[in-house]
């Protein structure tokens, strides 16, 4: 695929449009994240032929087992939060479809919590691993339109994901008007492109990880992509203490000339140097972090949003 189109507004007349930077990830391979004059909208911008696919089957991605992990105690503190405000909009009982379920952590919580819930998530192994681990019920139909388990649910959740996805075929729209509830509750979490981390790491922010990253959000343009779709922003929140705390540290280690690839490292064998830097680094991540969500500047952008 070739990317030259917006994908928030579809304006296709972007080769001039600033470029923001310019990302090698070989020497034949190089990336524009740009500007969209029509609507202020980051994207990754390429016209020579990507398989983007490929680079969701490279070891950067690979399905690893981590309920023993310390990642997985973290997720675990970080969803029941979600939880709990999730809970203050739509009380028990109510159901959840998580779009883009990944290995299901979200939905296993969410379930432990009392929760109804079914997930969507077209990478194979990743389904597989929700359901035989945590035995959920998980559709890995690659989803264009319709209703995908023939009802409506109270709450839709989208993790990570519209930053994965082009939204020419109006995935977004045709996602909530057959999959919500009318009065159902909206839930989007994505990459903070106007984050302190991503303006101090420039073009070796964490979260920038193109191309398999199209969409690089800002608070303003996620608001009014969601307002498009006849939803308020209820609540919002700048901080996750997995994401946004992994992201920070890549920034830190950016500065000392670091320009690898933190998340993928940490799931290779990690070297007595990686395990120093981090623990050299994490207590000031954490405190720049906290600091920088409380200005809106954190990692992350989470926003609750309802009709
Ligand atoms: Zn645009």
Known sequence: ????????????????????????????????IRKCQNCHHNFTWFNHEVDIRSY???KDYAVQDTKKSIFFKIQEIEYNQVL?????????????????????????????NGFGVKGIESSVPRANYAIEHFNLDINTDYYKSGSVFNKKFDILTLFHVLEHIHLSENLLGNLLKDNLKEDGLLVVEVPNFDSWQAKWAGNK???????????????????????????QIKTASYFSLHL????????????????????AELKRKKTILLILGLLCALPFAILLEITAASFKKGGIIRYYAIK
């Open 1 to 32: 695929m070739i990317i030259t189109t917006c994908p928030v507004c579809l304006n296709d007349k972007t080769e001039l449009s600033p470029v923001v930077f310019e990302i090698k990830v070989t020497d034949e391979e190089r990336y524009l």
């Open 56 to 58: 969701y089957d490279d």
């Open 244 to 263: 946004g705390i992994v992201g920070m540290i890549q920034t830190i280690f950016s500065w000392f000339g670091y320009k690898g690839f933190l998340i």
């Open 205 to 231: 922010w964490l979260h920038l990880d193109v191309p398999r990253h199209i969409s690089h959000f800002t608070p303003q343009v996620l608001k009014t992509l969601i307002q498009s779709h006849g939803f």
């Open 84 to 112: 709990k405000k999730i809970k203050s909009f739509k009380p028990l009982p109510s159901d959840i479809l998580d779009f883009g379920s990944g290995k299901g952590l979200f939905l296993h919580f969410a379930k432990e």
